[in-house]
C-alpha cells in the first residue's frame, strides 16, 4: 500500500478493532483531509498519555 500515492490505513488497533474502527477511521480521515478533530481527540495523544504519567485512568467516571 505504502507503493500508491495517496493510500492511507489505520492499524494496530488489536483485540478492540471492530469497536475502535469507526473512531479510527473518521480521525485518519479528518487528520488526511485537514478537518478539525473532535474534543475528545486530545486525550487520544501521546502528549496527554505522558501527561496522565503513562498510565489510563482507574476513575469509573473519567470519559473521553
Request: aromatic share 10%.
Amino acid at each position: 500500500l505504502a507503493e500508491v500515492p495517496g493510500t492511507f490505513f489505520v492499524s494496530g488497533l488489536g483485540g478492540i478493532g471492530v469497536m475502535a474502527s469507526n473512531a479510527a477511521g473518521d480521525l485518519a480521515a479528518r487528520w488526511v483531509t485537514g478537518t478539525p478533530f473532535p474534543a475528545y481527540a486530545k486525550k487520544l495523544t501521546l502528549e496527554y498519555w505522558k501527561q496522565m504519567g503513562g498510565k489510563r485512568s482507574t476513575t469509573r467516571g473519567d470519559k473521553l
